[in-house]
Each structure stands twice: as C-alpha cells, then as structure tokens.
C-alpha cells in the first residue's frame, strides 16, 4: 500500500508540472505585499475548491487567508502555503537591473520567492489528496492559506484562534541555498508592534494669553506627533546599545507608516506611526527589548504632548525540533534526489554575471544547490558560528506549528549565483530576477512538492512513524499540548488582525494600477541630485 501510494503522488507531481509552473509564474507576477495578497489567494481558493477542497476563506479574520481541508478522519496532516511578497523588489526576469513594467521601481516583488514556496506546498498537499483518494487511504489534509509571512503575521493568529488544535503532524518547506532538513537548531522568536502618537488636543500647549497676539500663526505650535516619532526614534537607537549584550544574534528594526498630512505645512502633526520588528533567540531577549521600546514610548509622548499606544502586529514562538520527522523527511529528500539546471537557467546566470563585468561561469550556480546536504552538516554550519547557550537563530513563523504537532522543516534549493572571489555580493536584483524564471525555480520547487507528497504519504500510511514523532512531541513539550514544557500562542484568542493598519498596497486610481507610490513619469521620480 505505501509504495503504491508513494508512486501515486509522484506520478500525479509528473502529471501536473507544467500547470503547477503556471500557477507559480502567476503568483509571483502578482507580487503583492503582506496582508494585501488578494489577486494570490483569489489563484488558490479557486484551484482547490476545482481539486474537491472545502475552504474557508478569510480564515481567523484576515481576508487573504485561508483553510483548504479534504478528507476525513484521522491522521489530520498539513502544511501551508505562502504568498506576500516584498516592498522595494520591482525585479523583471531579465539579467539586468530593471523593475516591472507599470509600477514605481520600489514597488512589491517575491524575493524568497514565497510564490515558489506556497506552490510546492500546494502540489504536494494535491499529489498527497491524489494517492490517499485512489488507494483509499484514511485521513485528512489542510492546506493554510498564510498572508504576511514577511511579518510574521497569519500564523500566530491562526494558532491563538484555534486553528492547528487537533493537528497531527505539519510538514512544511522554505526555498535554500541547499537541500537539506532542519535539525535541532530552528529559527528563533520575531515579534513586531506598530507605535501610534497622537496629538488629541495641541491647543493646550501654551496658554495663549501669555503673547497677545491674535492667530494662530503667531502662536507656539505643539511639538506635536512627527517630534513624538523622531524622538522615539532617536532614543531607540541610542537605548539600542543597552537592550541587550551583542550576543544571541538579535535584531531590531523599524519602519516609519505615515500620517497623510503632506499638504498641512503648518498645523501640529497630530497622528503618526512607527513599525518595530525584532528577533531573537529567545522570549526573554524578546520581553527586554519590548520593556525597552515601550518605556521609550511613554517617554517621548510625554515630551511631546502626546499619547502613546501599541498595535501588536505578531508575537511568535521558537522553533521545536522532531528528530522522527528530520529523518522521515531526510530519507524521503535522498529518493527524490537535488534538482538539475539546465541551460536555460544556467544561460540566464551566465548573462547576470556578464552584466555585471564578470567572466561567465560553466555554471553560474554555487555547488550546494546541486546536491543533498545531510541534516548533521546543516546542523554544524548552523552551529559554527553560535553559542553554546543559544538554541535558536534568525526568525520565521513557521514555528507557531512545532508547539501543536510535531512539525518538519524541508529546506530545498533555490539556485543562488557563484561569487568570483571570497566576499564578493551579488547585487539583491539578481537574486529576485532569477527567482522569477521557471527554467531556474521549478527544479527545487518540485523537489520539494516530491519530498513533501511522499513525507504526506508515509504519514497517512506507518502509523508506527507517526507514532513516534507525536511521542517525542509529548517528551519536548512535557505532555503535549498543555504539557508542563509546552509555550502556548502569544497572542490573545480575540486578537484582531492588523490588517486594516497603513500596510503598502497596490491602488487603483484614473491613472490606473499603481504602486501606492505614484508610478513615476522617469526613474524613481526623486528629481534633481542635491
């Protein structure tokens, strides 16, 4: 039965090749950023309501995510598709430098690519549905829909409303420069809030009697809360140094949202937003930085005539290993085999490199994109540079799975070009075109789709296997879920998502489909060089 089974799911992979290269190319031409993917989930709801899915759309009240479920019964196995993509990657499939046609050169563009990772993950869930259906194989699958993975943003929501309650095991993947299984070492915590001031009553600054001058011009002007957000600023970066020793690997980031005033010169700013990103190792390391950056907060809304408020974008967990799943999924990575480039791809790398005054390469394409790398020298490299103490690294949210099922990370190539010399850096451009070309794309995305369908498969058909990985679930997490080990979702139940908060979008106006930067008569439109 499951080598039937087996050989069902990579035939339906065989099968469907091109249709499933299609529906990526149409994703990443999308290229919509997070919380906004519209056109993305509108491709994928469709597909799998057509494949016999039952779906839930606009899952945990976030409009661009989804619960696609088919079967019955149990083992109930998922995984998830991504879809956002990022502001400022407007790349053209072209081995030059040279944005989308019709829209701002900072506009979005897939640059993992997530169009590659969600479609992987959909033909494996699709191959899974097609051996289970014609071999009569109890189960269920679901299929996530997760938006704004570039926040950090569905899945913690999915996980504090309910959503993997019930979950038997995840198998989940993220485009690499090499082909591998995550060991011990998972991704750490990402946490993110979006700071407000606001300036409700600027006309008790100053008592006016004081200058007796009538008109508003001639009066004092409440700081108000641009100053608010620069001295939030200001302090952040100087308290930045006593956040946390430079050890762990954490770091802090933020983005400004705006307030719409660009045409009030002279009025006190009376709204503004300041977006705070950090990762680290730990949720301690996490608890610091944010006592930090709220004690900031409340210091420079005081200093203003302001007042301070938080929006929580997204608090996720750290990573939890399954040694059961790593092996399952590592064997089933050795019978698929690394992806091959043809010359298509390998041309396209070649004139990237000629572009920019480098000899062209026999092959363009670092080694370990070309063969399978075992998940203990994975786990080494990981390791060589952290300490001892430090179990985690870097930040994703697919670790809100590995605390409700036991979970594996496939990690499988995405062709990443050969530097000249030691150090030397490809230009971000080149990555995010070659990530657009199918010829360059659909080797690993269907290595992956393969390794998935079949780890989907021996999941649904050895219960012996299965048992195991939710064995070492309950060891890792002291019992399971609820266990005296086990760190339930950071988010309240209630929570609402954020997405109605000033996210970049693309808009449609008289002008037609733009960026929500105006697509500019030349360049970038930033005008004279000063």
């Given amino acids: 039965m499951n080598d039937t089974a087996r050989a069902a799911a990579l035939g339906w992979i065989a099968a469907n090749e091109a249709r499933m290269s299609a529906f990526n190319a149409g994703i990443w031409a999308h290229a919509e950023p997070a919380w906004r993917e519209y056109l993305s989930v509108r491709d994928y709801v469709a597909l799998l309501r057509t494949e016999g899915f039952e779906v839930e ?297 000629r572009e920019l005054g480098l000899a062209p390469m026999d092959d363009p394409f670092i080694e370990n994109v070309t063969r399978l790398m075992p998940p203990e020298e994975n786990e080494a490299r990981l390791r060589s540079g952290l300490p001892p103490w430090q179990k985690h690294l870097s930040a994703d949210d697919y670790v809100e799975y590995c605390w409700h099922a036991p979970t594996v990370r496939l990690l499988a190539a995405r062709p990443r070009l050969r530097p000249p010399s030691p150090g030397y850096a490809y230009p971000n451009w080149a990555y995010n075109a070659i990530g657009g070309l199918p010829a360059a794309v659909d080797p690993g995305m269907f290595v992956a789709a393969r390794t998935m369908a079949l780890t989907l498969v021996d999941l649904a058909t050895r219960p012996e296997v299965l048992a195991a990985a939710q064995g070492e679930f309950r060891e890792r997490t002291g019992g399971g879920v609820g266990g005296t080990k086990w760190v339930p979702p950071l988010l309240p139940r209630d929570i609402a998502p954020p997405v109605d908060l000033w996210w970049p979008e693309y808009v449609t106006t008289a002008r037609g489909r733009e960026w929500c930067i105006p697509t500019p008569a030349e360049g970038t439109g930033m005008g004279e060089a000063l």
């Fill in 57 to 353: 759309e606009g899952s945990g009240g976030m409009p661009t995510a989804f619960v696609a479920t088919w079967g019955k019964g149990g083992p109930v196995l998922a995984s998830f598709a991504e879809y956002d993509a990022v502001p400022g990657n407007a790349q053209a499939v072209v081995p030059r430098r040279a944005p989308r046609d019709g829209v701002h050169p900072y506009a979005a563009g897939h640059t993992d690519p997530h169009s590659v990772l969600g479609t992987a993950a959909l033909a494996a869930i699709l191959a899974a549905k097609a051996a289970m259906a014609g071999n009569g194989i109890a189960g269920t699958l679901k299929l996530f829909g997760e938006p704004a993975e570039k926040v950090c943003g569905s899945k913690p929501i999915h996980a504090a409303k309910g959503y993997y309650d019930g979950l038997d095991a995840a198998v989940v993947w993220h485009p690499w420069p090499a082909n591998t299984v995550t060991g011990e070492t998972h991704f750490g915590a990402y946490w993110s809030a979006v700071i407000t001031f606001e300036a409700d009553t600027p006309e008790e600054w100053i008592d006016p009697t004081l200058v007796p001058i009538e008109g508003a011009h001639a009066q004092a002007r409440c700081p108000g809360a641009l100053d608010a957000l620069c001295l939030m600023y200001t302090m952040t970066k100087y308290t930045k140094e006593a956040m946390f020793p430079h050890a762990g690997s954490w770091t802090l980031n933020e983005f400004v949202l705006g307030d719409g005033g660009a045409t009030s010169d002279n009025l006190p700013p009376r709204f503004s937003q300041i977006q705070y990103a950090w990762r680290s190792s730990s949720l301690g390391i996490q608890e610091q930085i944010w006592r930090v950056l709220a004690n900031n907060a409340r210091h420079a809304a005081a200093t203003t005539g302001c007042r301070a408020f938080v929006r929580w974008v997204t608090k996720t967990r750290v990573g939890l290993p399954n040694t059961v799943m790593t092996d399952l999924t590592w064997a089933n990575l050795q019978a698929v085999g690394a992806p091959r480039y043809g010359e298509e791809a390998l041309a396209f790398g070649r004139a990237i490199q």
